[in-house]
């Protein structure tokens, strides 16, 4: 990691503006709910908030140097703690844990953070535990709650925090930042930016994971009349994490989807997308590729459910 300053984040104006005040001021809520799409800059701007937080020498720009930004880099900084889910759900032992922490005074600077991501993740009894340590905490804490969805929250979580909004990003942005920051080449970029759906943190995942590749080997496959192939690709993406699997199925939708509209429309397709286009009903393969995603996630054979996606889907009637 390295040290972030809120004006790095990009197109998210409404937020940066409301922290910069607050710090300004010295004004800060106890308790923020960082809400938005995935990808859009919420984590990243909590981190950067905590630069500016804890930082010893500037609060308006971290120095990156000082003990206390030297922590946060190392990720090992005492006032702040983490909770992320163990497993599926974050747990009311995690909240008793926050109960503890909340007791002690900062050790270094001004503030204790609580950082929770994401939110919703919180079951029950875990947000009620929560509710607790939200409704008079000490003057020194500050709640930073991540959420992609915040009406999935407890109403009363919801009216004891300030809700912070993030918004998706418009592909121009997108496209500009991968370019500059990443060096990718023009042609990538801008298919990532489009078909990332305002989130860069989806485009910058789909381009580290090289799944635009897999989706050309994937394709390759699928027209070809090879059953080696076939079983030799089902075989390879059997192998992949779940995370690339997701993230597959949402690019292997869109080319069969962006194939659709070009065939039938006439609209632009990705640069960067395999050159064959998709010629069987659509309707149909999105069904199929539903219907792979769920016997994955029911623990099928990850090595047949691929051979049968690659065979069912390139073999349907047009
Ligand atoms: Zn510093």
Redesign the pocket.
Known sequence: MK?INLREILNQEPAINLFHLALKKERLSQAYLLTGPEGVGKETTAWALL?HL?????FEN?????K??KKLLKDSHPDLLKVYPEKKEITIEQIRNIQNFLKYRPLEGKYRIVLIKPAEKMNLQAANALLKSLEEPPSYIIFLLITENFTQLLPTIISRSQIVRFRTLPSEVIKNFLIKKFSYEEVIAETLAKISQGSLGRAIEIMEKGLIEELHTFVKAGFSSSYILKFKVAERFSNLEPRSWDLFFYLLSLWIWKSYLKKRYGLSYPSAFPQENFQKDPFLALKIIFEAKSALEHYANPEIVFYWLLTKIFNLEA
């Open positions: 040290v630069f804890f930082c010893e020498k500037n971290p120095c990156g140097n000082c206390a930004c």
